[in-house]
């Protein structure tokens, strides 16, 4: 394999010396008081028996009900920690001993200590309180007659022991009945919603005065009848027994049978309440005279009373009540429910007014006046708010990929730094509403120089309200929402590109989006307006710096019509796109770690109806040019006409992230996207085309420059030795991940530090109506030649055929590290093309292979 070119390795080595610099100096801003903290903690233990063999394996004869992964976390003798498992690779531990040693300096040696593992000498005292814990655990779980030993295996002139554990489960016993005692007050459509939901694998159940259920086939487990409980507070606290609590439910075993028991549930439910009065008090941080109102909602009489809600606000003028006549989940008057309570907390925190709430029912002012005997309970509403404005300022650091990176010209990235400031108020119009005002500035240079390459000031506002606007207040109540806000933003950035003499003379961004919770996990977003209008410019020397890059000096490289003007459209012409999107999101993983669970998410837009609908009624009702005039007219800096592409797109993103044992986890991300054109233009707007290839991507190829397809027009030969990125984009896309993650130091300067292998594939490709490569209006190549008869000799035009296509997908594969703090990831990835569908074939198997892919990114790859 030959070696690097010049000019590749000097910009490589330059690329990983700033990418490392970042890194250390990230690292060094971290403070070692944690190591420092972790010497102290460990001369406080007692030493260990260092003449005590070491643990290297555990392992459990005779389990045959269990998976190895519950038993194990009942067993806290544990071998050290492998790298993914493999015998030998006891990581941690060597690098605990290397801080050890007598020879390493002080404060070194505690760090690496803090971030290794001592070596797990065996512990009689430990492995005997593991055998009782195995043997409650099995007792628990129905196996009453189960036994558990140990022995210890060792090798003749080896330190090292193996530790078994054997179990013998003996006969398990069964559930047969279970009989709820104190439940004659619910009624009978109660009781049996109450067996619909029970834990147990019932048969058949009586609903009479003492609600009786036969169980079948389940196994006695005290962890299910401790789930039943919590289960059966909830089903009560929400009928309106509001006082019922954790010591009112008891549960009684009897062994009806060697091998089966029946179980008493004596339930003391106290009376029923309904909602009575509600009083809302609200304090803030400054000195104001209270204020006190009746608000006007609606309320449940059916039970002869007639509550009120009343409000004190001291402190804080400019909080009005509506704020919690539109929080409020519940009707006062109606029979009492937690779920509804803890839902009117919700709420009322995530308007983001207040720094503490408290909701508590007062139970010595419930008064009898229900005509049924119910009482009614009043509920006191508590809250604090916080400081209504802040202003903020802040400096960040930015790194950007960029576009058109070439082995003559390799700008791969952009290092840069922004100053920013933020305003904000907590409560813009008393009811929780939420405006934002932030503006910044930015400076970026390449690796390759010194000189500024790009700038950008950008300037957003948003106001968010905690509640649906009209007409959307409906879906609320519909879909039964744990919590609903209102986004309205405003976006606007101004951006000059020095190394390409492209200037974005203005790019604006308005957008009306509501958000809606159905779930903890599960989620809408529905994007009732997204305008964008965009203003590019070119300076001068625009021609010399990106367009000959991308069609060759002379026009020689890229020579076909459609696809030149199509790039002079997207670089050059001022444009807008409107967007109607809807988005539903599942999410358990935390958005930060991602060590388990997953994160789907699914897409649909119809894009730019409403333009065409004005250029057909309003502005051309007898022609169609897809082009609208200037919003403000010339004089409003908008030169000329605002292209537009009726489009519709989806996608669908899938993340599952599966724990492989103690600091190691498997990531799997599908992703899957199609846009296509609605109308006479063949192509979709610039922005919501899919591009393959980044950080964020199949890491093998820089930013973008990925595909479509096998990646090159037909009669293109210079493009070969350069590579120019794709900068047309596609209509369709796949790509697939797979990344595990292992931890390797568990605390090094405050810091986790994550070794992370990876493989990426995936590429995008053109829609059937996409023109694509080396066809023009008439249907013939570049050369005049027929489309069909050209494809015959080469399909590479970068459309997708089905299944034929996979065979042009991209591979990468690599291997990184992740500094995981408490609040941020730092990722560092060094990336190989393993496969090139594009005919430069520049692989790890191609004799010119140019190199890896140093990418540096902020947060993890997905």
Same mark, same amino acid.
């Given at each position: 394999?030959?070696?690097?070119s010049?000019?590749?390795?000097r ?6 010396a ?40 555990? =392992?459990?004869?005779?389990n ?8 194990t976390?009942?067993i ?7 790298i993914?498992?493999?015998?030998g690779?006891?990581?941690w ?9 007598d ?14 593992e ?9 492995v005997g309180?593991d055998?009782e ?10 196996f ?7 022995e210890?295996q ?7 022991v ?17 009989r ?8 009978t ?6 067996v619909e ?11 009479s005065d003492?609600?009786?259920v036969s169980?079948r ?7 299910t009848?401790l ?6 507070l909830?089903?009560?606290?929400n009928e309106?027994?509001a ?7 008891r ?5 009806a049978?060697p ?6 549930l004596?339930v003391?439910?106290?009376p029923?309440?309904?909602?009575g ?7 803030g941080?400054a ?5 006190y ?15 009120q ?8 003028g ?8 539109r929080?409020?989940?519940f009707?006062?008057?109606?029979y ?6 803890q839902a ?5 925190? =995530?308007t ?8 508590s ?10 005509t049924?005997?119910?009482?009614y309970?009043p509920?006191?509403i508590e809250g ?6 802040r202003?903020q300022a802040?400096?960040?650091a930015?790194?950007?990929e960029?576009v058109?990176?070439?082995?003559a ?20 119009f ?7 005002l ?21 300037a957003s ?5 905690p509640?649906?606007?009209?007409p ?10 744990t919590?609903?806000r ?7 950035l101004t ?8 200037r974005? +003379? ?9 958000e ?13 307006? =997204? ?18 890059l ?6 020689g490289?890229?020579q076909d019509p459609?696809?030149r ?5 997207d ?23 991602r060590?388990s669970?997953?994160i ?12 065409l609908?004005?250029?057909r ?7 169609l ?14 030169t000329g006409?605002l292209?537009?592409r009726?489009?519709?797109?989806g996608s669908?993103?899938?993340? +599952?992230?599966?724990?492989l ?6 990531g799997i991300?599908?992703f899957g996207g ?7 233009p063949?192509v979709v707007?610039f922005?919501?085309?899919f591009?393959?290839g980044?950080?964020?991507s ?11 397809g096998?990646?090159l027009?037909?009669?293109?030969t210079?493009?070969v030795?350069?590579?120019p990125?794709n ?7 796949l ?5 595990v +993650?292992?931890?390797?130091i ?6 986790r530090w ?18 694509g490569?080396? +066809?023009?209006?008439s249907?013939?190549?570049s ?7 050209v ?10 055929r089905?299944?034929e296509?996979?065979?042009d ?5 690599g ?6 703090w408490?609040y941020l990831?730092?990722?560092l990835?060094?990336a ?14 191609a004799?010119?292979?140019?190199g ?11």
């Open positions: 394999m030959q070696t690097l010049a000019t590749t390795a910009s490589w080595l330059r690329e990983t700033a990418a490392m610099l970042v890194l250390v100096m990230a690292v060094l801003a971290v403070t070692t008081r944690s190591a420092e903290a972790h010497e102290t903690i460990e001369r406080g233990r007692p030493a260990a028996d260092t003449t005590a063999p070491v643990v290297r394996s555990v =392992d459990v004869r005779g045959r009900h269990f998976s190895d992964e519950t038993l976390e009942n806290q003798t544990r071998p050290n920690r492998r993914l498992g493999i015998p690779l006891t990581w531990r060597w690098v605990h001993q290397l801080g050890s040693a020879w390493m300096w002080d404060r070194l040696g505690s760090a690496l200590r803090s971030g290794g001592p070596p797990a000498y065996l512990d009689s005292t430990t309180a055998v814990r195995m043997q409650l655990f099995y007792q628990q779980r129905g009453r007659d189960a036994s558990v030993s140990y210890v060792s090798r003749p002139g080896d330190n090292q193996r530790v078994v554990f054997d179990v013998t489960p003996g006969p398990a016993t069964y559930l047969r009945r279970v709820y005692a104190g439940l004659d007050s619910l009624q459509e109660q009781k049996r919603r109450l939901e029970t834990v147990f694998e019932t048969s058949s159940a009586s609903l003492t609600l009786r169980v086939g389940q196994r006695y487990r005290e962890p009848l789930e039943e409980r919590r289960r059966l909830s089903f009560l606290q309106g027994y006082a019922v609590s954790r010591d009112s439910i549960a009684v075993v009897y062994q049978a091998d089966s028991f029946d179980v008493t004596r003391r439910t106290g029923r309440y309904r909602f009065d509600v009083r809302f008090e609200a304090t941080p000195t104001e005279p209270p204020r109102d009746t608000l006007s909602v609606a309320v449940d009489t059916t039970g002869g009373g007639h509550p809600v009343t409000s004190r606000i001291a402190d804080n400019h909080l009005e009540p509506s704020i919690l006549r929080s409020l989940q009707t006062p008057g109606s009492y429910d937690q779920s509804a309570v009117t907390k919700r709420r009322l925190e =995530d983001g007014v207040f720094s503490f709430t408290d909701l029912p007062q139970y010595d002012e419930a008064m009898r006046v229900d049924t005997g119910a009482a309970l509920l006191r604090r708010t916080r400081q209504r404005h202003v802040e400096t960040f930015l790194q950007r960029s058109g990176g070439t082995d010209n390799p700008r791969l990235n952009e290092f840069g730094v922004g100053l920013s400031g933020v305003y904000e108020n907590a409560n813009a008393g009811g929780g509403e939420t405006f934002r932030r503006t910044s500035a930015s400076v970026a240079t390449g690796l390759d120089s010194m000189l500024v390459s790009s700038n950008q000031f950008e506002t948003s106001l968010v309200l509640y649906l606007v009209r959307f207040r409906s879906l609320d109540r519909t879909f039964d929402l919590n609903a209102t986004r309205i933003s405003l976006t606007g951006a000059l590109r020095s190394d390409l003499r492209l974005i +003379r203005s790019r604006v961004n308005a957008r009306l989006r509501l809606m919770d159905h779930t903890p996990t599960q989620s809408s977003l529905i994007d009732v307006m =997204d305008l964008s209008v965009s203003n590019p410019d070119t300076l001068d020397q625009f021609s010399g710096k990106f367009l000959d991308v069609f060759g000096s002379g026009g490289d890229l459609v696809q003007q199509q790039i002079l459209e670089y050059t012409e001022p444009q807008i796109n409107t967007a109607f999107r809807y988005t539903y999101r599942f999410a358990t993983a935390d958005p930060l770690r060590q669970g997953r789907y998410e699914i897409s649909g837009e119809v894009g730019n109806t409403l333009p609908l004005f250029d009624f309003v502005f051309a009702p007898n022609t040019g897809y082009t609208l005039p200037p919003l403000f007219g010339a004089a409003g800096g908008l006409r292209l537009y009726p489009y519709v797109r669908v993103d899938l993340r +599952r992230y599966v724990p044992g103690p600091g190691a986890t498997l991300k599908l199609m846009a296509h054109p609605t109308a006479r063949t707007p922005d919501r085309r591009f393959s980044g950080a964020n199949v890491r093998g190829w820089r930013l973008r420059a990925l595909g479509p096998e990646g027009p037909f009669d293109t210079a493009s030795q350069g590579g990125s900068i047309l984009g596609g209509d369709i896309k790509e697939s991940s797979v990344e +993650r292992t931890t390797l568990q605390s090094f300067l405050a810091a994550v070794g992370a292998t990876f493989l990426d594939a995936g590429n995008v490709w053109f829609g059937p109506r996409n023109e490569f080396g +066809r023009d209006e249907g013939r190549d050369g005049g030649q027929n489309v069909e008869a494809q015959q000799e080469d399909a590479r035009d970068g459309h997708f089905g299944l296509s996979l065979l997908v991209g591979v990468g594969a291997a990184g590290i992740r500094l995981e408490e990831v730092v990722r990835d060094l190989y093309r393993l496969h090139d569908p594009s005919p430069r074939n520049d692989d790890v198997f004799d010119d292979f140019s890896p892919l140093l990418h540096f990114g902020i947060g993890q790859a997905f």
